[in-house]
Structure formats: C-alpha cells, structure tokens
C-alpha cells in the first residue's frame, strides 16, 4: 500500500512540473476508479465521462498545489466529489427520480448468475441516499479506509463509521423490498 502512495506522489510532483508522461500515467493509474465513482454518483454515463474529464483537468492545473497532508488518490477524489456535487446541484430531477433507473454492467463476458447479482445489487444502491450510495462506494467499490473518507468527505471518523452502518442498514432494507414481488 505504501508502494501505491509513493508511485502516486511521485507522479503527482512530475505532474506539478507538467510532464506529459506522468500526468498520461497518472491519469491511467486513476482514472478508472474516478470514472467508476462518478458514475454511481451521477447515474449517468456521459454526465461522469464529462466530469471526469474536468477532475483530471483540474489535477492538471492545480497539481502543484498540492500539500501531502493525504493521498494523492484521496485528493483527486475529492476533486471529483465536488465537482459531481456541482453538477448534481445543476441538474436536479424535475419530476423524475433517477433512482428509479438501473445501472448497466459493462461486464458481459461474466457469468449469468454474477451479473444477474451485481444488476440486483446495483439497483438496490439506486434506491439508497446519494450520502449513503457515496459511503458504500468508496467503502466496497473504492476500498477506502475510514481515515480516507474522513478526510474526503471532511466528517469525523466516527461519522463515517455510522453512515457505513446506517447504508448498510439501507442496502438491505432496500434488497428485501426488491425481493417481495
């Protein structure tokens, strides 16, 4: 783990210094989680590729600023947090709630039962609060500490540790519901 952090930094200072190389690795290295968080997060493809792209242009420009004080990982993440919270704020459902939409699973290839798993699972995260299908993606999906969240969401870690609990709660309320036809 430490090895990641230090492969990050290290691209991250050569990214301040605006190297090509390191910012084409760095962007390879993350952007696939990035990308994967603000998907759950916005529940729309194209909306997550455009902000995706604006996450790492940012990390771009304010690479040197910054400070160390986290992960490199859990900086871009916060970029890519604000800025979904900005587009969500401009795009609020009028009188259609995306919740009720479904993901799509990219993975065709899997087997049948998997996939079926993961599309009931991925339905029932839709049913859940933004604050809590957030927690639970970076928890499981993301595999982010609750020190790491703490800091991302800027809560205390004690909070964290009780929206995991009340999310979790929710999945499976909402999993149950799902089943009852």
């Given at each position: 783990?430490?090895?990641?952090?230090?492969?990050?930094?290290?691209?991250?200072?050569?990214?301040?210094?605006?190297?090509?190389?390191?910012?084409?690795?760095?962007?390879?290295?993350?952007?696939?989680?990035?990308?994967?968080?603000?998907?759950?997060?916005?529940?729309?493809?194209?909306?997550?590729?455009?902000?995706?792209?604006?996450?790492?242009?940012?990390?771009?420009?304010?690479?040197?600023?910054?400070?160390?004080?986290?992960?490199?990982?859990?900086?871009?993440?916060?970029?890519?947090?604000?800025?979904?919270?900005?587009?969500?704020?401009?795009?609020?459902?009028?009188?259609?709630?995306?919740?009720?939409?479904?993901l799509k699973d990219t993975n065709s290839g899997k087997a049948v039962k998997r996939f079926e798993n993961r599309q009931f699972i991925q339905t029932a995260l839709l049913k859940?609060?933004?604050?809590?299908?957030?927690?639970?993606?970076?928890?499981?999906?993301?595999?982010?500490?609750?020190?790491?969240?703490?800091?991302?969401?800027?809560?205390?870690?004690?909070?964290?540790?009780?929206?995991?609990?009340?999310?979790?709660?929710?999945?499976?309320?909402?999993?149950?519901?799902?089943?009852?036809?």
């Amino acid at each position: 783990m430490d090895r990641d952090r230090q492969i990050e930094s290290d691209l991250l200072a050569r990214v301040a210094k605006k190297e090509t190389k390191a910012f084409e690795a760095l962007y390879k290295l993350l952007s696939q989680s990035v990308f994967n968080y603000l998907f759950r997060l916005l529940q729309n493809r194209e909306t997550a590729e455009d902000v995706l792209v604006e996450v790492f242009s940012a990390v771009w420009k304010s690479s040197g600023n910054f400070k160390g004080r986290s992960r490199v990982r859990t900086w871009v993440f916060g970029i890519a947090r604000n800025l979904a919270y900005n587009e969500l704020r401009k795009k609020r459902p009028q009188g259609n709630d995306p919740l009720d939409n479904t993901l799509k699973d990219t993975n065709s290839g899997k087997a049948v039962k998997r996939f079926e798993n993961r599309q009931f699972i991925q339905t029932a995260l839709l049913k859940l609060s933004a604050k809590h299908r957030e927690i639970l993606d970076l928890v499981f999906f993301h595999e982010a500490t609750y020190a790491e969240i703490s800091e991302l969401l800027k809560i205390p870690e004690n909070t964290v540790k009780t929206r995991v609990y009340y999310a979790k709660a929710a999945l499976k309320e909402a999993c149950i519901k799902m089943e009852v036809p």
